[in-house]
């Protein structure tokens, strides 16, 4: 059984989309139960309408929700302790639930959940992990957002990190990972990434495989399993392939209901671009994870609908299941104790 | 008359590509006359064939071609006053060519322009400048790989000379200029993004309007004329949105081909097609324009055929047509001049 915490007043829409969304989640993991927290009055007249799902759930009033456009640091003075998100979160940290789901406002998500959860013992920074389609199945690139800059050790936690997660999801013995760069020459890039470069190297990592450096075009071919680069970096990406795929999807439009002959096509190959819609649909890959918390703690795109915000669920549920959390424990602390000068905590 | 300097050695293919690349640009703009930098036995039996470009060239051998993978300083030693690459620039800054176009390796041709053309006086860093489509035309983004890093003074200067170029290129009065950053609020953001935007905000500036922020999806929205970023981020960008298309046009390739009926419909559909690959055709906009040194040099892709250097060089013919140097440096001149603590030659 997984257990999944979900802050329902999150999102662009709160509870109209949460809950159809956990309820087609439900539809597709029979064994999970929800802890549902959100303001009783606005939740529950929604709920009704999902007897499966309210049957599988429990829920817990919370007054207080974060809007979407609060500073982190209001949103923790006005929402700590009490509102849905916080105690989303909490009931994590309490052992009540497995993973939580929040499609709520990101800095404000991270910021409770460093406060409440903590960041694992040798993490100095959180990173968020996106699930990226490539043309040969699903990549997973961070940080895509968490902080800006990384140093070379940073860099490293998230290559270990990303490895674990990548083990969580693919169900690779040891994913092959890369370090974004400007170019594959040794003599190309950031100081930081270099140096990230050599770290990763001498460490002798048996848990993942270090391909080297890859390119900004290797994202979307799926060069290796993990794509490692600062937040700032990995941000613009993610939005700029985002962008591009949506320009991409408006130029076919145009280009599909511009002449009749190409209407009539366009009916004729519908499956097909039905199936090419899927492929390119951002709902089925939404769901960005934080990793190096004391807990799983998955992000929904804020605007997303039920579809989307199932989807996120499903990554919860993956990283649940596989036990994520402990992957990543164990890899750092492999890492560490091979590592002579290492400050963990076994150490001090 | 515009008279156009060619390295014919650079590129994967060399002459190969580049006389019939040259021939082909020479059909759309007659009043341009070349100048041919390469080594004879290999360059002249293709330009026999191409009898309208010979009768508007001049030759020029050069014994030393500057290889794809040569690293910038070993191509300098090499290659200085003697390559094909250094004196298709040269002819520039002679004034022989109002530009130079190249497909050869861009560490050694940037090395070189510097060498030899040297950056504008207040200028400390030159950007390479790629021309973006957009869902509502093109944009201009620099800098996408000449240097990695930027500080909030540089920043502002690319903004200046992206300005100029949109002004060259798009004929509009004072393009919208906008930062690249992870989010649209003032307090997100690396340092020097936001202080850029308090110096570009500051300055006053009235050949640009400046916008703000923008994010990654932007770019392919075309939000805004000319957006401005350091190059290790600008080069990701770049490379993520050449990787997405590709990525998408596989996808739909596979989606056309697999079923009888997808089939018939691409087939009634061609035309509407054929727009789409011309509108994704990364050929149409290739070129990059390296901006801020003393003459205009246009970099094309390595890789590109003869229709793709036919697009460098109908860049280059557009940049030396409207005269971007001269405006570029008006504008500096300007900004500086409006600077009471400013640095530049006439302060000295």
């Known amino acids: 059984m997984i257990r999944i915490s979900l802050d329902v007043m999150g999102g662009d829409f709160g509870p109209e989309v949460v809950i159809p969304g956990a309820a087609k989640a439900l539809e597709r993991h029979p064994d999970v139960t929800f802890l549902l927290f959100g303001q009783q009055e606005r939740c529950m007249p929604i709920l009704e309408k999902f007897s499966k799902l309210k049957e599988k759930s429990t829920f817990h009033h919370c007054e207080v929700a974060v809007g979407m456009d609060e500073k982190p640091s209001q949103a923790l003075r006005r929402g700590r302790y009490i509102s849905s998100m916080w105690r989303s979160i909490e009931a994590v940290k309490t052992g009540q639930a497995d993973v939580v789901v929040s499609a709520g406002n990101t800095g404000a998500l991270m910021a409770m959940s460093k406060f409440c959860l903590r960041t694992m013992a040798t993490i100095e920074r959180p990173a968020i992990a996106a699930i990226w389609p490539t043309l040969s199945g699903e990549s997973i690139v961070l940080d895509v957002g968490a902080t800006i800059g990384a140093d070379a050790q940073q860099l490293l936690d998230f290559a270990l990190m990303g490895g674990a997660m990548a083990r969580a999801l693919f169900e690779v013995e ?78 076919l439009k145009a280009a599909m209901s511009r002449t009749l002959l190409a209407k009539l ?32 703690v998955i992000k929904s795109h804020g605007g997303t609908d039920a579809e989307g915000f199932a989807a996120a669920i499903d990554v919860g549920y993956d990283m649940a299941r596989n036990g994520l959390t402990q992957k990543i424990e164990n890899d750092l602390k492999k890492y560490h104790a091979r590592r002579p000068s290492s400050a963990g905590p076994e150490a001090a």
């Open 174 to 251: 040891r994913p092959l990972v890369g370090l974004l760069n400007v170019g594959v020459e040794e003599i190309k890039g950031q100081e930081e990434v270099k140096e990230a470069g050599r770290l990763i190297r001498e460490a002798g990592l048996d848990t993942i495989d270090y391909y080297g450096f890859v390119e900004g075009d290797d994202l979307g071919k799926g060069t290796v399993d993990v794509v490692v680069t600062e937040g700032f970096t990995g941000n613009i990406a993610l939005k700029t392939a985002e962008g591009t795929a949506r320009q991409i999807a408006e130029y």
């Open 265 to 296: 096509g366009y009916i004729l190959a519908k499956g097909a671009f039905d199936r090419l819609r899927e492929k390119m649909d951002p709902r089925k890959v939404n769901g960005g994870v934080f990793l190096g918390l004391n807990g799983i």
